[in-house]
């Protein structure tokens, strides 16, 4: 089976594309390389001593995505912009490359006949929690144009399943995906100040910045920070195989993939500073503008419909996460 990974040079498409290639699957990455570099995908295949092709290409440019198609029987769409901050600062540039070159995306798998998706969305599509925790059938509303993205994207899978149920869609619903490989080759590789947590205290850690800015001590949770579901990146991978799996059946269904628990700001500076034998120096700030005090996943219905459960624990996380860091203090640059 041949699956084509838009944005596969990514964060979580380089680990899933381990994951794929590992379990014999033909892997065809598609990626314009705007937010990653070519660089991973090599070290991919160092992981793996396995192939893939790849493809430098945007996912709008439907001459060369549909030739890319060609012979591929599933495709996982990563490909997007994911920075909530910027979304706010450029809609138009966010609607453009999340939804319309998922509009491209969909045209020319239905022109191509394929009609088996994987789409990566986001807790952000539950907004503020009116319980928690958040179930697949918690209402959708989110509170930023990077969401809204998402959400508009999840109605139109739904709108296509409708009118035409041969497709089979996943619409995997990531918490916070944190981690890196355990080989150390591959991980996060932000783009200049992190705006994620956890790829901020490493390289507070390996001395690149100078302190953790806490936003906010203030929130209705256990220390007063700000409460979130991390998930190590190689279980989000696997979760992309079961999905899969699951594709098999036509239907157009939304998972949360998350690990069910919550750990707080705080938490993890402590559990990073354990995994790196450091203190990390750390200030509290105002609350960040848009952020939501607590929400953390119920990952019952993966474990249900996909038999997906995430293994790996906050410790494993950060160790991970540090052991990319050491190796790469300057991410992929070296
Ligand atoms: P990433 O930026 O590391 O990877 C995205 C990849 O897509 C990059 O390699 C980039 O070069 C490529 N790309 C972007 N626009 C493209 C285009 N028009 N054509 C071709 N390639 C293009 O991001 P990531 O963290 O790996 O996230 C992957 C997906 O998961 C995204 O859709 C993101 O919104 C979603 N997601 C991420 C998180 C997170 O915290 N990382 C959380 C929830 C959902
Ligand atoms: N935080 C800090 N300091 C920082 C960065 C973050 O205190 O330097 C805090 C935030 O206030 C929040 C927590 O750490 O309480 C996590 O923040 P992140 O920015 O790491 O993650 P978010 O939950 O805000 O957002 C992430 C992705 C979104 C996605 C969302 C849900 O960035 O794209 O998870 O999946 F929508």
Redesign the pocket.
């Known amino acids: 089976m041949t699956v084509l990974v838009t944005g596969g040079a990514g964060y979580i498409g380089s680990h899933t594309c381990v994951e794929l290639l590992n379990a014999g699957f033909d892997v065809v990455v598609y990626d314009n390389f705007s937010n990653s570099t070519p660089e991973s995908l090599k070290r991919v295949m160092q992981i793996t001593s396995k192939k893939l092709s790849t493809v430098c290409g945007d996912v709008r440019d439907k001459a060369l995505l549909e030739k890319t198609l060609e012979g591929c029987d599933a495709v996982i769409h990563f490909a997007g912009s994911?920075a909530?901050g910027e979304s706010v600062e450029k809609p138009l540039e966010y609607y453009e490359n999340n939804v319309y070159a998922t509009l491209c995306l969909l045209q020319s798998m239905r022109r191509m006949n394929i009609k088996k998706l994987i789409f990566s969305s986001?807790?952000?599509v539950y907004g503020n929690p009116e319980f928690l925790p958040f179930t697949e059938a918690h209402p959708l509303r989110t509170t930023n144009p990077?969401?809204q993205t998402k959400l508009v994207i999840e109605e139109m899978l739904r709108n296509l399943h409708v009118s035409d149920p041969t497709w089979s869609i996943a619409i995997l619903r990531?918490?916070?995906p944190v981690g890196a490989h355990e080989s150390g080759l591959i991980g996060e590789n932000p783009q200049g100040i992190p705006?994620?947590?956890?790829p901020?205290i490493a390289q507070v850690a390996i001395g690149r910045r100078q302190c953790?800015?806490?936003?906010?001590n203030d929130y209705p949770t256990k220390d007063g920070?700000?409460v979130?579901d991390y998930l190590h990146v190689v279980d989000l991978a696997s979760g992309h195989l079961k999905a899969l799996a699951f594709l098999d059946r036509p239907q157009c269904t939304a998972v949360n993939l998350g690990t069910g628990k919550g750990y707080s700001?705080l938490d993890v500076i402590h559990a990073f500073s354990k995994a790196c034998g450091k203190e990390i120096p750390y200030a509290i700030l105002p609350r960040?503008a848009g952020?939501i005090a607590e929400f953390y996943s119920d990952p019952s219905f993966a474990k249900e419909l996909l038999g997906w459960a995430a293994k790996y624990d906050l410790d494993k996380m950060c160790e991970d996460m540090w052991r990319f860091q050491c190796q790469n203090p300057k991410g992929y640059e070296e």
């Open positions: 994911k909530v986001s807790a952000t990077y969401g990531y918490f916070n705006n994620n947590l956890m901020y953790v800015n806490v936003f906010g920070t700000g979130r700001v960040r952020d």
